[in-house]
């Protein structure tokens, strides 16, 4: 009897510790805020108790794994290993932050003021964009859309990330997210891009062996 089917599911499942780790603290903030919902629908706390918690969880989290998720790519470029499945979770983790960030401030002070401030616009405007490439996050999406067309869409991450930085910079509070995203932005830099790949040699032992079918996207 062989154990294949079984060595192929943990080739399947080969993430690195880094990656596991990446993955495993940005689902922190995710469940905290899922249990403050729950708390308060179950009467557990009250509704403005939950809200100024999912508030703080939802803001500098969601920056940090947008930061994270945005710096995959020069990751992958330096390492030759794929980031693909960690940037898809890592960018399904920050629109449920961000969600649940602009839900808490409609909540708190109503709809109307979503437009009032200009760092209340860039957070808006960060949000919106962030719908589509969450809706079209799946391989079902890429298939019905057409490789092209999918990465054009998915360029609007570029938006997003100016419109977070604007944000926090109107806000007056540039924290770690910020700082992972401008080097996410730097790593973009064709001559910064062309160095990474040059090391990439250099960091072999972080590829894992190829998989059949898993093709590698990076915007």
Known sequence: MTNEPKQRRLRWLGFSLAQLATMTIASIPVLLIT?????TLFGLIPLETMIEFNLEAGEDPGMITFGAMFLASPVQWLTGRSQVRVRKFLGISFFVLALSNGAMFVLETGIGSALSEP???AGTLALALALPLFVTSSRRAQRAMGMRRWRSLHKLTYVVAVALLGHVVLIGDIGPGAALIALGFVGRV???????????PQLRFWRP?????LVSHSV
């Open 119 to 121: 760092f209340l616009v």
């Open 190 to 200: 064709p001559a910064v891009r062309k160095w990474l790949s040059a090391h990439e």
């Open 209 to 213: 062996k190829p998989k059949a079918g």
């Open 35 to 39: 249990g403050a919902v729950l708390a």
